[in-house]
């Protein structure tokens, strides 16, 4: 079976814009979770998509938001990127909402100028 | 609530050592436990978990970690540490709908 997959892997962008970020879970899974990776802060979880509804939410500002096609891949964008929003951006699939044994992709690198 | 605390930062160990990477959870309901393995520039490997029944859990690589109710603890060992070992650790407690990582424990691993 393929595993999670993240795209783009590398990005840079300047603040102010705005970016989306595409996960494709493994196949048959039905939740997506989105974290932000960061040296200071550690794992943060953003939100949870589980059948193209948002299921859970972190405590990020109402830049984030995410989600959820029928085919369960799932986009996260953040608007009006500020440098703190730099960061590692991980995916992770599980077969049913409650991230119980979850999978991760490889992340997207953001880095905001 | 669920919280997770995972003790020291940084653990060094020489090449053939015990590994012993510590973690405590808190959790309002029974919990479910993971321990996780980060490379370097690639995501989060599942080493296994603990969801109910018996207590010491198996993982991949050698890994295994023992579920202790009384002292809320799940801490992960390995009987011998090999220089592939060297990466982050993360425990992760679940506990209803969401998962709360602790902060990461490094492993380094001298020849």
């Known amino acids: 079976k393929a595993g999670v997959t993240q795209t783009p892997r590398y990005l840079i962008k300047t603040r102010g814009q705005q970016v989306t970020l595409s996960c494709s879970p493994i196949?048959?899974?039905?939740?997506v979770s989105w974290y932000q990776q960061t040296p200071g802060q550690g794992l943060q979880f953003l939100f949870e998509?589980?059948?193209?509804?948002?299921?859970n939410k972190g405590n990020f500002p109402g830049r984030f938001s995410g989600r959820q096609f029928s085919n369960s891949r799932s986009e996260m964008n953040v608007s009006t990127l500020e440098l703190g929003d730099s960061a590692l951006y991980l995916c992770?699939?599980?077969?049913?909402?409650?991230?119980?044994?979850?999978?991760f992709g490889p992340g997207t690198r953001l880095t905001v100028t | 609530a669920q919280s997770v605390t995972q003790l020291g930062s940084h653990v060094s160990v020489s090449e053939g050592a015990l590994v012993l990477l510590r973690c405590n959870y808190s959790s309002s309901v029974p919990p479910y436990l993971f321990w996780y393995v980060q490379y370097p520039n690639q995501g989060l490997q599942l080493l296994l978990k603990y969801t109910t029944g018996a207590t010491l859990v198996k993982g991949i690589n050698g890994f295994e970690a023992e579920f202790k109710k009384s002292e809320t603890s799940f801490h992960l060992t390995k009987p011998s540490a090999h220089m592939s070992d060297a990466a982050e650790y993360f425990c992760a407690v679940t506990g209803g709908f969401k998962t709360i990582f602790g902060a990461g424990t490094r492993l380094f691993v001298k020849a």
């Open positions: 992770a699939s599980s077969l049913t909402q409650g991230q119980h044994e979850q999978y």
């Open positions: 998509y589980f059948s193209e509804t948002q299921r």
């Open positions: 196949s048959g899974h039905r939740s």
